[in-house]
């Protein structure tokens, strides 16, 4: 397995939707977790990556640039409402590239 932005062979397990906001007794393991390397798994909690709803992209900040790029390794197994939830706590702009902003839709490039 890899990382699914980059597709490095060093991955960590990220949380899409952070652990601490499940109950005790959920089990988020299965439908929550995607592989990234330590750089991207940063870049992701501090929510500059964002996923397509169609899982088909994940639109990505780098520095002054965003740039869309298709996952390296599998992400249809994680749960839409976790998606969402992730991205709603994305920066701005990534927020915009993702059609959730209102009026964004026009510049989404999901």
């Known amino acids: ?8 062979f060093i991955f960590e397990r990220a949380h899409v939707r952070p652990k601490k906001s499940f109950e005790k007794q959920e ?5 929550n977790i ?9 870049k992701f909690d501090n929510g ?3 996923i397509c709803r169609s899982k088909e992209k994940f639109i990505i900040n780098e ?3 965003l740039r869309c790029e298709s996952p390296k390794s599998p992400i249809s ?18 927020k915009f590239r993702l059609g959730i902003i209102p009026g ?3 510049g989404s490039w999901c």
């Open 63 to 65: 520095g002054n640039e």
């Open 48 to 50: 500059k990556i964002g």
């Open 104 to 106: 964004s839709e026009h």
């Open 27 to 31: 089990n988020d393991e299965l439908n």
């Open 34 to 42: 995607i592989r990234l390397c330590p750089t991207h798994h940063t």
């Open 1 to 8: 397995m890899t990382c699914a932005v980059c597709g490095e």
């Open 77 to 94: 197994h994680v749960d839409p409402d976790y998606i969402s939830y992730r991205n709603q706590r994305c920066i701005a702009d990534v």
